[in-house]
Protein backbone atom coordinates (compact mmCIF):
# COMPACT_ATOMS: atom_id res chain seq x y z
CA UNK A 1 0.00 0.00 0.00
CA UNK A 2 3.15 2.48 0.94
CA UNK A 3 4.34 1.71 -2.51
CA UNK A 4 1.31 2.27 -4.66
CA UNK A 5 0.73 5.48 -2.64
CA UNK A 6 4.77 6.75 -3.48
CA UNK A 7 4.25 5.30 -7.20
CA UNK A 8 0.88 7.59 -7.31
CA UNK A 9 2.78 10.58 -5.40
CA UNK A 10 5.33 10.66 -8.21
CA UNK A 11 3.25 10.27 -10.96
CA UNK A 12 0.98 13.04 -9.71
CA UNK A 13 4.07 14.99 -9.56
CA UNK A 14 5.01 14.43 -12.82
CA UNK A 15 2.11 14.86 -14.23
CA UNK A 16 1.89 18.76 -12.29
CA UNK A 17 5.56 19.21 -13.75
CA UNK A 18 4.31 18.64 -17.41
CA UNK A 19 1.38 20.69 -17.34
CA UNK A 20 2.43 23.71 -15.67
CA UNK A 21 3.84 26.55 -18.29
CA UNK A 22 7.21 27.77 -18.54
CA UNK A 23 7.12 31.20 -19.56
CA UNK A 24 9.82 33.44 -21.02
CA UNK A 25 9.93 37.34 -20.71
CA UNK A 26 11.72 39.55 -23.00
CA UNK A 27 12.33 43.50 -22.02
CA UNK A 28 14.12 46.16 -23.89
CA UNK A 29 14.13 49.40 -23.87
CA UNK A 30 16.49 51.32 -26.28
CA UNK A 31 19.69 52.18 -25.02
CA UNK A 32 18.45 51.68 -21.74
CA UNK A 33 18.01 48.21 -20.68
CA UNK A 34 17.59 44.47 -22.12
CA UNK A 35 16.99 41.08 -20.30
CA UNK A 36 15.19 37.45 -21.28
CA UNK A 37 13.98 35.65 -18.31
CA UNK A 38 13.32 32.12 -17.59
CA UNK A 39 10.09 31.84 -15.13
CA UNK A 40 9.10 28.73 -13.85
CA UNK A 41 6.17 28.75 -10.51
CA UNK A 42 8.16 30.81 -8.36
CA UNK A 43 11.40 30.54 -9.68
CA UNK A 44 13.78 32.69 -12.87
CA UNK A 45 16.63 32.35 -13.98
CA UNK A 46 18.43 35.35 -16.46
CA UNK A 47 19.50 33.67 -19.70
CA UNK A 48 20.77 37.74 -20.86
CA UNK A 49 23.23 39.08 -20.22
CA UNK A 50 24.78 36.48 -18.71
CA UNK A 51 26.22 37.34 -15.31
CA UNK A 52 29.71 38.76 -15.11
CA UNK A 53 32.63 37.83 -12.28
CA UNK A 54 32.84 40.56 -9.88
CA UNK A 55 36.55 41.76 -10.59
CA UNK A 56 38.30 43.82 -8.31
CA UNK A 57 38.69 47.97 -8.29
CA UNK A 58 37.65 47.07 -12.10
CA UNK A 59 34.33 48.52 -13.02
CA UNK A 60 33.40 46.95 -16.76
CA UNK A 61 31.80 49.72 -19.11
CA UNK A 62 28.28 48.98 -19.56
CA UNK A 63 28.15 47.70 -23.30
CA UNK A 64 24.71 48.16 -25.65
CA UNK A 65 23.19 45.32 -26.35
CA UNK A 66 22.82 43.76 -30.07
CA UNK A 67 19.49 45.58 -30.80
CA UNK A 68 20.25 49.03 -30.30
CA UNK A 69 23.65 48.60 -31.69
CA UNK A 70 22.21 47.40 -34.74
CA UNK A 71 19.86 50.76 -34.57
CA UNK A 72 22.49 53.02 -33.71
CA UNK A 73 24.54 51.66 -36.75
CA UNK A 74 21.85 50.74 -39.14
CA UNK A 75 18.53 51.96 -38.86
CA UNK A 76 15.30 51.04 -36.65
CA UNK A 77 14.07 49.59 -40.17
CA UNK A 78 16.90 47.08 -40.50
CA UNK A 79 16.96 45.99 -36.80
CA UNK A 80 12.81 45.66 -37.76
CA UNK A 81 14.12 43.44 -40.92
CA UNK A 82 16.84 41.50 -38.95
CA UNK A 83 14.16 40.11 -35.98
CA UNK A 84 11.49 39.68 -38.70
CA UNK A 85 14.21 37.52 -40.48
CA UNK A 86 15.02 35.71 -36.98
CA UNK A 87 11.26 35.15 -36.61
CA UNK A 88 10.92 33.35 -39.67
CA UNK A 89 13.61 31.05 -39.12
CA UNK A 90 12.36 29.98 -35.38
CA UNK A 91 8.99 29.44 -37.36
CA UNK A 92 10.35 27.10 -39.30
CA UNK A 93 12.45 25.16 -37.26
CA UNK A 94 9.81 25.35 -34.18
CA UNK A 95 6.23 24.93 -35.86
CA UNK A 96 4.47 22.66 -33.97
CA UNK A 97 5.92 23.85 -30.28
CA UNK A 98 4.56 27.45 -31.56
CA UNK A 99 1.31 26.59 -32.33
CA UNK A 100 0.79 25.38 -28.46
CA UNK A 101 2.55 28.69 -27.25
CA UNK A 102 0.74 31.57 -26.02
CA UNK A 103 1.92 35.14 -25.78
CA UNK A 104 -0.08 36.32 -22.86
CA UNK A 105 1.51 39.85 -22.84
CA UNK A 106 2.74 41.76 -25.59
CA UNK A 107 3.51 45.37 -25.79
CA UNK A 108 5.00 47.51 -27.88
CA UNK A 109 6.03 50.99 -27.80
CA UNK A 110 7.62 52.96 -30.44
CA UNK A 111 8.26 56.81 -31.44
CA UNK A 112 9.81 57.27 -34.11
CA UNK A 113 11.87 60.28 -34.45
CA UNK A 114 15.28 61.96 -36.35
CA UNK A 115 17.09 64.93 -37.00
CA UNK A 116 14.96 65.15 -39.90
CA UNK A 117 11.42 65.84 -39.75
CA UNK A 118 10.74 64.43 -43.43
CA UNK A 119 12.76 61.06 -42.31
CA UNK A 120 10.80 60.23 -39.82
CA UNK A 121 7.89 60.41 -41.39
CA UNK A 122 8.68 57.96 -43.92
CA UNK A 123 10.47 55.68 -41.20
CA UNK A 124 7.16 55.71 -39.69
CA UNK A 125 5.11 54.57 -42.29
CA UNK A 126 8.04 52.25 -42.64
CA UNK A 127 8.06 51.47 -38.90
CA UNK A 128 4.63 50.93 -38.81
CA UNK A 129 3.98 48.68 -41.88
CA UNK A 130 7.04 46.45 -40.52
CA UNK A 131 5.93 45.95 -37.12
CA UNK A 132 2.12 45.20 -38.01
CA UNK A 133 3.66 42.63 -40.26
CA UNK A 134 5.48 41.01 -37.36
CA UNK A 135 1.92 40.84 -35.46
CA UNK A 136 0.14 39.22 -38.14
CA UNK A 137 2.91 36.76 -38.51
CA UNK A 138 2.89 35.79 -34.65
CA UNK A 139 -1.11 36.01 -34.69
CA UNK A 140 -0.65 32.91 -37.53
CA UNK A 141 1.81 30.72 -35.89
CA UNK A 142 0.72 31.27 -31.99
CA UNK A 143 -2.21 32.57 -29.63
CA UNK A 144 -1.66 36.03 -28.64
CA UNK A 145 -4.27 36.72 -25.42
CA UNK A 146 -3.29 40.59 -24.68
CA UNK A 147 -1.32 42.97 -26.77
CA UNK A 148 -0.63 46.45 -27.19
CA UNK A 149 0.79 48.56 -30.04
CA UNK A 150 1.53 52.30 -30.10
CA UNK A 151 3.83 53.11 -32.63
CA UNK A 152 3.97 57.17 -33.42
CA UNK A 153 5.97 60.08 -35.44
CA UNK A 154 7.34 62.75 -33.02
CA UNK A 155 9.17 65.48 -35.18
CA UNK A 156 10.45 67.62 -31.98
CA UNK A 157 12.51 64.80 -30.92
CA UNK A 158 16.20 63.98 -32.01
CA UNK A 159 16.47 59.59 -31.26
CA UNK A 160 13.91 57.31 -31.12
CA UNK A 161 12.25 55.79 -28.68
CA UNK A 162 11.71 51.73 -28.06
CA UNK A 163 10.38 49.67 -25.38
CA UNK A 164 9.05 46.04 -25.76
CA UNK A 165 7.44 44.06 -23.09
CA UNK A 166 6.17 40.50 -24.83
CA UNK A 167 5.63 37.17 -21.91
CA UNK A 168 5.76 33.80 -23.88
CA UNK A 169 4.44 30.93 -22.34
CA UNK A 170 3.97 27.01 -23.13
CA UNK A 171 3.27 23.67 -20.95
CA UNK A 172 6.13 21.85 -20.51
CA UNK A 173 4.98 18.40 -22.09
CA UNK A 174 4.57 20.19 -25.39
CA UNK A 175 7.98 20.80 -25.26
CA UNK A 176 8.78 17.11 -24.00
CA UNK A 177 7.00 15.62 -26.92
CA UNK A 178 8.89 18.10 -29.43
CA UNK A 179 12.11 16.99 -28.56
CA UNK A 180 11.39 13.50 -28.03
CA UNK A 181 10.45 13.56 -31.78
CA UNK A 182 13.53 15.31 -32.95
CA UNK A 183 15.52 12.77 -31.26
CA UNK A 184 13.14 10.29 -33.11
CA UNK A 185 13.79 11.88 -36.21
CA UNK A 186 17.39 12.61 -35.74
CA UNK A 187 17.60 8.54 -35.15
CA UNK A 188 15.61 7.60 -38.29
CA UNK A 189 18.29 10.02 -40.31
CA UNK A 190 21.25 8.21 -38.38
CA UNK A 191 20.05 4.87 -39.54
CA UNK A 192 18.83 6.02 -42.74
CA UNK A 193 22.74 7.29 -43.72
CA UNK A 194 24.25 4.05 -42.36
CA UNK A 195 22.30 1.52 -44.22
CA UNK A 196 23.92 2.82 -47.94
CA UNK A 197 27.28 2.14 -45.62
CA UNK A 198 26.46 -1.27 -44.66
CA UNK A 199 25.03 -2.32 -47.74
CA UNK A 200 28.11 -1.20 -49.55
CA UNK A 201 30.49 -3.18 -47.54
CA UNK A 202 28.25 -6.34 -48.02
CA UNK A 203 28.55 -6.09 -51.71
CA UNK A 204 32.45 -5.34 -51.50
CA UNK A 205 32.97 -8.68 -49.39
CA UNK A 206 30.62 -10.60 -51.70
CA UNK A 207 32.66 -9.45 -54.32
CA UNK A 208 36.08 -10.38 -52.95
CA UNK A 209 34.78 -13.65 -51.87
CA UNK A 210 33.62 -14.28 -55.84
Known amino acids: MTGLIIFLSILA???LILITPIGLNIFYRYESIMYVKLRYLVFSYTLYPAKKKKKAKKKDEKKP?????TIKEKGLLEAIRQVAELLKLVMETAGKVLRH???SKLNVRIVSASD???KTAIEYGSVCA??????AALQNAMKIRRHNIDIKPDFDKQKPEIEVDITVRILII??????????????KTQ???ENPKQKKGMSENERSSD
Not at 174 to 187: G, N, P, R
Open 191 to 193: KST
Open 101 to 103: TVI
Open 65 to 69: DIISS
Open 116 to 118: DAA
Open 13 to 15: LII
Open 130 to 135: GVYTLI
Open 174 to 187: FVVTALISALFKYM
